[in-house]
């Protein structure tokens, strides 16, 4: 069985402190993602990478970075956390092989900032 | 970019037939994914249609009419475990990214 594993479930941080969120993936799988989902908006991606220390922005990278340094893990950094970064965060991966690209989803961490 | 369109909720009763559509205006477009979430979890892959026409899988199928940037979902014999939210999302040619509709609600009722 494909396992994506996020780091934390539940997290609380205060404004402006770093944020990291780990994912890891067991499957050897090429394309990782990192997607904020909020009610009413559905999932919305935010950074993705195709390979190591390869990364590229998705629709909504404002506030966020991510770090690509082994196959299995991909991070997902908020520099100063604000208010409006409170959202569900899920991180997914996929095969370049797999047809159409089926992707994997962690189980999430919801993230709160006070 | 990618505007898909997907009803916001839909309730339904035990034992019954929902079908929730999904509209996409895409560039490019390769296939489309349809994903179960339940409260709290991840989303888990239902089907993936590429070609026009009805995929079956169980109780569970997926439509697709390229021509029309249509697809729908076809959730037969509902039960109360099916009661989630339904995810439409679209690929396009040569990029494995997902554009994922808001979302649909279902709500089986006994």
Redesign the interface.
Known sequence: DVK?TQSSRYLVKRTGEKVFLECVQDMDHE?M?WYRQDP??????IY?S?DVKMKEK?DIPEGYSVSREKKERFSLILESASTNQTSMY?CAS?S?TS??????????TRLTVT | GQNIDQP?EMTATEGAIVQINCTYQTSGF??L?WYQQHA??????LS?N?LDGLEEKGRFSSFLSRSKGYSYLLLKELQMKDSASY?C?V?TSND????????TTVTVRA
């Open positions: 994506v394309n993602f009413g908006l559905g999932l919305r991606l993705f195709y998705g899920l996929s370049r047809g159409g690209g089926e992707q994997y989803f962690g189980p999430g | 916001t390769n296939g994914f709290g979890e991840a989303p888990t892959f993936y590429v995810l999302a690929t494995y990214k997902l554009s994922f509709g808001a979302g």
